[in-house]
């Protein structure tokens, strides 16, 4: 693993000669005109791994030490890092990279010449979540997006692979789902192809994590019940007037009274982890629409066959239950081992409902409420000791701001669009700390119950074409946000976030861009 | 169903052999369209050779192109009108179906392409294209002026994505790229008697556009139906360039440039303004515009002549002195000298010949219209379409250009770039679509004025803008489309209002500029696509 990092390291060097996308790789430097002493420059890098841990989890210790020491004549300068892990020392390359930079006169590259750095992350999850479903990605924008996460330390991919609109996941046990599910036979992530993307990424520090949403946001993929004898694994498909069954078309939610379904989706649970890694596993569980069960005759007849009432209680109730079943299938699939859970803030997760129903011991909550205008779950949440990680839309959703997609309004409806700025001032802590007062919110999060954060871009609006402009470099705003958690605001960062923008273009990726190229030459003068 | 080798051009009919010349570039520029219709083209021919058993290679399209007049200009007056019918004939074996396309213009002519290539769609089955078998279309645009603005100063945009925004262009039948070519920030507009001005305003040697680079771009517009319109604006969004004055002896050409404060001196940062009071300033002015003129076509030319600080020529001791002079508070004299001598610069540079100036809503046009005679002025609104100004402009019988901004503007949105400023939201294909230039002219003259302003070709269209202090390569594509495609059908066909049909149209019209190249933004679910008439909200009355 070590010297696949190192590969890619040097790469990074190759591509930090503007003509790099000449091909000509190593002799765009050959040809500098730099002095014989700069060519006779070395610079040697050890790098040492404590502990044999290979996969990212939550509490991994990414923490690293990297010194650059010059020779007394200048001529070597040696490059240790070391760290506990092997996810440390590939963070300190990445820190390295920036050390480094292209001279225009000379045609060569500088280097810092003395430094220590002694480094970890403030957080342990620092996530990008990309929806496949909504439009299909190709694998090779995923890996780009992988490659942007490593750029940045993030070391979350979470994927929502899944939704009502379409099942681009490639199931051994059931090949059913993606006949009938994806968008066309070309629109299908194959078992190949994750399990390769899930290696790409733990090179680079990042763990793809599985999001298998239930028991809203699907529909297509389950359609084959009804032929099979499964009889119907997923109700609502499509009803219409959309507005009645779900939150946006198309429509579609899993049968909780068919024992049928729960095998099925047994099996897909096993299809996930034989390809995903098995200590964390996204759940999903937001968005349920009670009335898509309330009006399907076979749900409503089996509520009352059962003796239990059709009122909102009752259905959360059968939601619960739902949940308690599916999470059985999961750890079956799991061996019987246990596992942590990801679930989506919702009113199963809300406070009349989360203690009674979901175990802190298991269930980690992902928060998309608005951090302040609907945020009293969050203090409630920690109150009750659970984990969560903070997605609040109100700066951690990518997609907002946009023309609406549905309906005759103009914007979409999480308008504005976040800028850099929101999502670099956004902090958990903070958020917390706006409810129970800041000496509680620095003891939750010391007792590791803000595992952290991670943005959104969920994608009714978003394919391969413009993916990369809507999450770069935000992203990199993010990234900070969750490594350092700064007291400095935006204002101090920006200088930094316009030229690390210049990176992520000269790595290959096609990031928004901040500011006119004159303030990048003008530091600190394009403020308001 | 047809395979597109099987698409012949069979005549093309013009009076003049660089037209026929032409239309043989747009014919091919079809074919090569078609071919890349399969999802699997890279540019080349994947297409099958024979469809085992079902005759699809025996079936065969043909088309003829004919093009009356020569004229190759495009101008506000270019006939851009075509008649396309498709027709079905009997011939030996196969399907025959013939293809006509007949314009005035060898322009028209091209539109004609653009739509029949809209009428033909991939069969995922066979792998094979259909068509629609029997049309007759009469089409031509409800406005003359139909632009996109790209900024090349706040930063740098090589050729070569200029010219895909020009493919997009072309795809959507908009005709003018009003090139906002130099500002405060930089001056890549490579000059050959001020060779001075790249040399201390480009923002690097790689980032300069030379005579041949723009020559090349012209033309290549020129047979995508797009006329490029260079803009030199000032006297302010003038500064990086101009510093070379005072060494070679000229003395200041600008002021206040990078000046800081800037809030002080203009805008937004860097600040720049020309110096009125330099006679060199107009020499030189008049050197560019020659360089201009020596590219670009001769007709149309944007002066720019937005934001004056007089904060900045305040400062100025020599200004100081002339105001002083003529014990006059306001600078909008000097301004309006600077504007006339600028203009005559301009004709001069075009051999004394006239030249229509176009010029942005400013200060100007809203008290010192003395200094612009409505019958050589065309006026870009920049202003809200319900600005009092756009009322008391067309009741001066100024011609108008509309970028207003409450839905023009395609740089809003997408976060601030200076600080706590200009926080705006996204400007939505929505906005852009609904914007309704007959709905402003009437809200303003009411119902007959407002017949008379258009049949007096006040209304000549209008023009997306794309500022780019928050734009390069790297988001150029998504950020014009398909927004600019909403924008488009605005202007070519004045739709009364966004019917819910817009949006599978343009969600599929969006698709087939991803197949052609362009990076356009996605606009929804592609199961929104799959099952048409789905995604709409179904309580919403539009």
Known sequence: ?528 | MFYPQNVEITHIYAPHPSVKAMLGFAGNALLDTLFRMHPKSEGNSVFPTSSGGKGIEKNIVTISLTAQTQDVKISLNTDESYSLTIAPYYEGQGRRLHVEINAVTYFGARHGLETLSQLVAFDEVHECLQMVSQSTIHDQPSFKYRGLMIDTSRNFIPVKHLKKMVDGMAQNKLNFLHWHLTDSNSFPFYSKSVPQMTRYGAYSEAEIYSPKEVRDLILYSKLRGVKLLPELDAPAHAGNGWQWGPLEGLGDLALCVNAEPWRQFCGQPPCGQLNPLNQFTYIVLGEIYKDMLDLFDRDLFHMGGDEIYFQCWYNNAEIQNWQRNRSTFDLMDLWGHFQQTAFKKLKEANGGNYITPIVWTSDMTSRGRIHLNPVDYIIQVWTTGMSNEVKELLSENYKLIFSNLDSNYLDHGFGTWLGRDHLWQIKTWQDLYDNDLGKIVEFHLGVNRSREAFRNGQILGGEATLWSEKVDQHNLEMKLWPRSAAFAERLWTNPLNRSESVYPRLLHHRNRMVNRGIHADRIQPESCHQISGYCIDPYSVI
């Open chain 1, 1 to 528: 693993m070590l010297k696949q990092a190192a590969k890619i390291f040097k790469s990074y060097l190759l591509e930090m000669h503007p003509d790099n996308s000449n091909g000509n790789g190593l002799s765009n430097f050959l040809i500098a005109k730099g002095s014989a002493n700069d060519k006779n420059r070395k610079i040697s890098i050890s790098l040492s791994v404590v502990w044999p841990d290979t996969v990212v989890k939550i509490g991994v210790d990414e923490s690293y030490t990297l010194a650059l020491i010059p020779s007394n004549d200048a001529k070597l300068i040696q490059v240790s890092i070391i760290a506990n892990t092997y996810f440390g020392v590939r963070h300190g390359l990445e820190t390295l990279s920036q050390l480094i930079a292209f001279n225009d006169d000379t045609g060569t590259l500088t280097i810092v010449q003395q430094a220590t750095i002694t480094d970890k992350p403030a957080f342990t999850y620092r996530g990008i979540l990309m929806d496949t479903a909504r439009n299909f990605i190709p694998i090779s924008y995923l890996k780009r997006l992988i490659d942007g996460l490593s750029y940045n330390k993030l070391n979350m991919f979470h994927w929502h692979i899944t939704d009502t609109h379409s099942f681009p996941f490639q199931s051994k046990r059931l090949p059913l789902m993606t006949q009938y599910g994806a968008y066309s036979s070309r629109k299908i992530y194959t078992i190949e192809e994750m399990k390769d993307l899930v290696e790409y990424g733990r090179i680079r520090g990042v763990k793809v994590l599985p999001e298998f949403d239930a028991p809203a946001h699907v529909g297509h993929g389950w359609e084959w019940g009804p032929s099979n004898g499964f009889g119907n694994l997923a109700v609502c498909l499509e009803s219409r007037p959309w507005p009645l069954y779900c939150v946006e078309p198309p429509c579609g939610q899993l049968n909780p009274i068919n024992d049928k379904m729960y095998n099925v989706l047994g099996d897909l649970f096993k299809d996930f982890l034989d390809i995903f890694e098995n200590d964390l596993f996204h759940m999903g569980g937001d968005e349920v629409h009670f009335n898509c069960w309330n009006t399907t005759d076979e749900i409503t007849k089996w509520l009352i066959d059962n003796g239990r009432g059709v009122q909102k209680e009752d259905f959360v109730q059968l939601w619960a239950e739902f949940q308690e079943r599916a999470y059985g299938q999961l750890k079956d699939a799991n061996n019987g081992k246990k596992l942590d859970a990801i679930l989506w803030t919702s009113e199963l997760a809300n406070e009349e409902h989360v203690t009674k129903y979901l175990s802190n011991s298991t269930y980690i909550i992902q928060i998309w409420s608005n951090g302040y205008e609907e945020g009293k779950i969050i203090p409630f949440l920690i109150k009750n000791g659970y984990r969560t990680i903070f997605s609040n839309v109100d700066p951690w959703y990518f997609d907002c701001g946009y023309g609406a997609w549905v309906g005759d309004a103009s914007n979409n409806w999480c308008s504005p669009y976040k800028g850099w700025q929101q999502v670099y001032t956004n902090s958990p802590i903070k958020i917390l700390a706006n409810y129970t007062g800041e000496d509680e919110a620095e003891e939750a999060y010391k007792a590791g119950l803000i595992l952290g954060g991670e943005a959104a871009l969920w994608s009714e609006q978003v394919d391969e074409q413009s993916m990369e402009s809507k999450i770069w470099p935000r992203g990199a705003a993010l990234a900070e946000r969750l490594w350092s958690n700064p007291s400095t605001d935006w204002y101090t960062a920006e200088g930094r976030m316009v030229h690390h923008r210049e990176r992520l273009v000269d790595r290959g990726l096609h990031p928004d861009m901040l500011q006119p190229e004159w303030c990048h030459h003008n530091d600190k003068l394009c403020h308001g």
